[in-house]
C-alpha cells in the first residue's frame, strides 16, 4: 500500500497538470486559503446557529439576573420584616423588663409592707401577752394578798371576838342592811 501512495505523490510532484486539478504541497501558500476558505463557510452556515446560541446563552443570562433580583428584593422585604419583627419584639421585651422590674419593686413594697404589718401584730401580740401576764400575776397577787389578809383577820376576828360581840356586830350589820331597804324602797 505504501508503494501505491508513494506512487501518487511521484506524479503529483513531477508530473504537473496542465488546467487541471492538482494537491499544492506548500504549506504556507495552501494554509491561509484553506482556512479562509473554511472560516467563510463556518461564517456563512454557522452565523445563525451562533446567534441562537448566543441569544439562548443571553437569554439564560438575562433569566438567571432577573431571578436573582426577584430574590433578592424578595430577601430585602423578608430581611425589613425581620427586622420590623425583631423591634417590636425588642420593644415588648423592654416594656416586659421594665413591667417586670416595676412589679419587682411593687412586690418587694408589698413584701416589706406586709413584714413590717406582720411585725407590728406581733408586737402588739406580744404587748398584749404581757399585759394579759402582768395582770394574772397582779390578780394572783390580789388573791394571795387578799387571802393572808382574809385568814389573818379572820385569826384575829376568833381570836378578839367573844359571843356578846359577835351579836352586837351581826345585830349591827342587820339593822345597816334594813335601813339600806327602806331607803331603796
Not at 430585602?76 to 419584639?89: F, G, I, S, T
Amino acid at each position: 500500500m505504501k508503494n501505491v501512495t508513494d506512487s501518487f505523490v511521484y506524479l503529483v510532484g513531477h508530473y504537473p497538470f496542465a488546467g487541471s486539478f492538482a494537491f499544492n504541497t506548500d504549506i504556507l501558500a495552501t494554509n491561509p486559503i484553506n482556512l479562509s476558505i473554511v472560516l467563510g463557510v463556518l461564517i456563512f452556515f454557522g452565523k445563525g446557529v451562533l446567534n441562537d446560541l448566543l441569544d439562548n446563552r443571553k437569554q439564560r443570562i438575562l433569566s438567571t439576573i432577573q431571578n436573582s433580583e426577584e430574590l433578592r428584593k424578595k430577601t430585602v422585604e423578608q430581611l425589613e420584616r425581620a427586622r420590623d419583627r425583631l423591634r417590636k419584639v425588642e420593644i415588648e421585651a423592654d416594656e416586659y423588663r421594665i413591667n417586670g422590674y416595676s412589679e419587682i419593686e411593687r412586690e418587694k413594697t408589698n413584701l416589706i409592707n406586709a413584714t413590717y404589718d406582720s411585725l407590728e401584730r406581733l408586737e402588739n401580740y406580744k404587748n398584749e401577752t404581757l399585759h394579759f401576764e402582768q395582770q394574772r400575776a397582779i390578780n394572783k397577787v390580789r388573791q394571795r394578798v387578799f387571802q393572808e389578809a382574809l385568814q389573818g383577820a379572820l385569826g384575829t376576828l376568833n381570836s378578839c371576838l367573844n359571843s356578846d360581840l359577835h351579836f352586837r356586830t351581826i345585830s349591827a350589820n342587820i339593822g345597816i342592811l334594813g335601813a339600806m331597804e327602806e331607803i331603796t324602797d
